[in-house]
């Protein structure tokens, strides 16, 4: 028996550190609920877009927050599947444009208030592994174990390149280099809840781990704090 009544892991760090890969993996190993809170700012975004709103335009995407209702499934296999207003998103979301909408939203009190009951719900119910920008230090700031998974930019940009051209989408190397650099940089200056290591979190850094030696990392770290 260990000392937490309930799992929770709080995943942060910054675009393409391989949070998402890894923690997905890791909720199936551990059986814990993996919720991938950067899908619900991409939902966001990619209903600003639909609706022909600008992603900085914060009027404008405040008054589009009631009209969406967001939900998440998950299938046989784990997967969050996102829910927009009905609609299955979860592989429209991914595309390169929607990533500068999210992090722009991202950006706007009202739509990080408007996200944040519903991931704070999901770690009262279920014993989960969380990732995003700021679920360490504002989301779950009692989380049982905050890891931050890091990476230098060019080997992010690299495993994101190609993951990208794996899916088919049409892009370059420099492109999502700029792209995640630019992105990482609204996520860490914004005013709030920006990117950053909480001072109780575990520094992860995969620079020079692939995939396997990552994981192994991870799981080591999740197994010595929950005796699981
Ligand atoms: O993890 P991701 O790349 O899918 O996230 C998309 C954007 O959402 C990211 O650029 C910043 C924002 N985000 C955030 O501000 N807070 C979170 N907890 C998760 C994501």
């Known amino acids: 028996m260990n ?3 309930k799992i929770t892991v709080a995943l942060d760090g910054p675009a393409g550190a391989g949070k998402s890969t890894l923690a997905k993996r890791a909720a199936k190993f551990f059986n814990l609920m993996y919720v991938d ?3 619900m700012y991409r939902c966001i975004g990619l209903y600003a877009k639909q609706n022909a709103v600008a992603s900085k335009d914060e009027d404008g995407v405040k008054a589009l927050l009631p009209s969406i209702k967001l939900d998440m499934k998950y299938d046989e296999n784990g997967t969050q599947r996102m829910i927009l207003n009905g609609d299955d998103v979860t592989e429209q979301i991914r595309q390169p444009e929607i990533s500068t909408y999210a992090s722009d939203v991202s950006a706007m009190p009202d739509v990080r208030s408007f996200l944040l009951f519903m991931q704070q ?4 119910r279920y014993d989960v592994i969380m990732d995003g920008r700021d679920i360490g230090t504002v989301v779950l700031p009692n989380a049982g174990l905050k890891i931050f998974i890091t990476a230098d930019a060019m080997a992010r ?3 994101r390149f190609i993951e990208l051209e794996e899916k ?3 892009t370059t190397l420099d492109e999502v280099y700029n792209e995640m650099c630019q992105r990482d940089k609204n996520d ?3 005013a709030i809840a920006p990117l950053r290591q909480a001072d109780d979190a575990l520094l992860l850094d ?3 781990l692939d995939l ?3 994981f192994k990392a991870l799981c080591t770290l999740i197994s010595e704090r929950f005796q699981i």
């Open 37 to 39: 809170t950067g899908a």
């Open 168 to 170: 088919g989408v049409a």
């Open 121 to 124: 719900d999901m770690a009262q």
């Open 212 to 214: 396997e030696q990552s």
């Open 3 to 5: 000392r937490f009544d």
């Open 188 to 190: 860490s200056e914004r």
């Open 157 to 159: 940009a690299k495993r």
């Open 206 to 208: 995969t620079t020079e």
